[in-house]
């Protein structure tokens, strides 16, 4: 038991030597047989090291539909985190599917290599956030609507600009919808009235000017 955890101790610093190499990393699994932790353990090294990965299933020729199918469940199992990398069912002894390995290289190079634009990352990584919101943002979202205050007037300027007749609108300074509405020149009234008092004096004929 020592003597095997040594080996594969040993094992794992080559292939760490030889990943610090390498571009590419073809993966050889032995099909007749389930798939082992030393194999999981490799792939993991390469995934974890950056470099490109192929997967080879070797004596494929030595394997009925049972075990291809038994197969198929341990891939899903062990190695479905590579599912993104190519695949090659190849047999060395009779040659079976050897052109396809050149392909495949070629094929997890370009995917290694090539650039994603942050654009489209940002894309990727946000989508999940706009599908599943966090019920909190929901509810803050729905309370706090985003409003805006150039097209949008507060609602005291909207009733003076539709009820006022026409040519008799007095000077309105935009301010935030919080500001209460007060008149110029006019002691009898309060200070702080609201809007339709403001309104029915002006269309009573008071004099002065309105601020908003």
Same mark, same amino acid.
């Given at each position: ?106 094929? =997890? ?5 090539? &650039?994603? %634009?942050? +654009? @489209? #990352?940002? *894309? ?6 706009? !599908? ?23 609602? =005291? ?5 539709? &009820?006022? %007749?026409? +040519? @008799? #609108?007095? *000077? ?6 919080? !500001? ?30 309105? &601020?908003?």
């Amino acid at each position: 038991m020592h003597q095997t955890r040594g080996a594969d101790f040993y094992a794992s610093l080559r292939t760490q030597t030889a990943l610090e190499k390498a571009e590419v990393a073809v993966v050889l699994i032995d099909a007749s047989v389930p798939i082992t932790e030393q194999d999981v353990r490799v792939v993991q090294q390469v995934v974890d090291a950056g470099r490109a990965l192929v997967l080879a299933y070797n004596k494929w020729d030595l394997i009925d539909d049972e075990r291809r199918q038994v197969l198929e469940r341990e891939i899903e199992l062990d190695l479905a985190h590579v599912r993104w990398a190519p695949r090659v069912n190849l047999s060395a002894r009779t040659g079976r599917h050897l052109d396809r390995l050149v392909p495949a290289l070629d094929v =997890a190079l370009d995917s290694w290599d090539r &650039r994603v %634009p942050t +654009g @489209r #990352l940002n *894309a990727f990584l946000g989508e999940p956030g706009r !599908r599943h919101p966090a019920p909190g943002a929901q509810r803050q979202a729905a309370a706090h609507p985003v409003r805006d205050a150039g097209r949008d007037p507060p609602a =005291a300027v909207r009733d003076l600009r539709q &009820r006022l %007749p026409r +040519g @008799r #609108l007095p *000077a309105v300074h935009r301010a935030s919808a919080a !500001r209460d509405v007060r008149l110029r020149g006019q002691p009898d009234l309060a200070r702080r009235a609201g809007a339709g008092e403001a309104l029915e004096a002006l269309t009573r004929g008071r004099g002065g000017s309105c &601020r908003v």
